[in-house]
């Protein structure tokens, strides 16, 4: 009995250890930097507000490429730069902009869903529906079909 209760026990913490270690990037409220998966380059934005994907270097200020991944509880999130910007996805173009004020801002171009992929991370703009790109010659645009290719997939 006392075998049965130990294996039962080993088993059921096991399980949320395996889901936090399998759950990827996206997470409510936190920092998190965004790699793309085909050319290896970090989502960074500086305090100007131009987004491209570029080498995190040692060296390299650290703001510039992590985001404050925070929900907006309505399954999108918002993405804010070190720098108190936040991402927007104005159909093509990408880049940063000051964030609309709080949690469940009306500022939809601000919002993005994080949908996983067995390829990595979906990052869609709530308003638009585009994709987060990557060029891969440190370009980052917004695509408006998922090509469900490497060039628009994060981890």
């Known amino acids: 009995m006392k075998k049965k209760m130990a294996k039962a026990f080993m088993v059921a913490a096991a399980v949320p250890a395996l889901l936090v270690a399998t759950s990827g990037a996206a997470s409510a409220d936190g920092w998190v930097t965004w790699k793309n998966v085909k050319s290896g380059y970090y989502l960074t934005a500086n305090s100007g507000g131009t987004v491209k994907g570029d080498w995190a270097m040692p060296g390299v200020n650290e703001n510039d490429y992590q985001w404050y991944d925070q929900s907006n509880g309505d399954s999108s999130y918002t993405e804010y730069n070190g720098w108190g ?47 987060l790109d990557d060029e891969g010659h440190g370009g980052i645009y917004a695509n408006s079909t998922d090509y469900n290719n490497s060039n628009q997939r994060w981890k």
Do not use: A, F, H, P
């Open 85 to 131: 910007m936040c991402l927007v996805g104005y159909y093509r173009q990408v880049y940063t902009e000051n964030c609309s004020k709080g949690r469940d801002q009306s500022n939809w171009w601000q919002r993005w869903y994080e949908v996983s992929t067995s390829s990595g991370w979906k990052l869609k703009n709530r308003q638009t529906g585009w994709i």
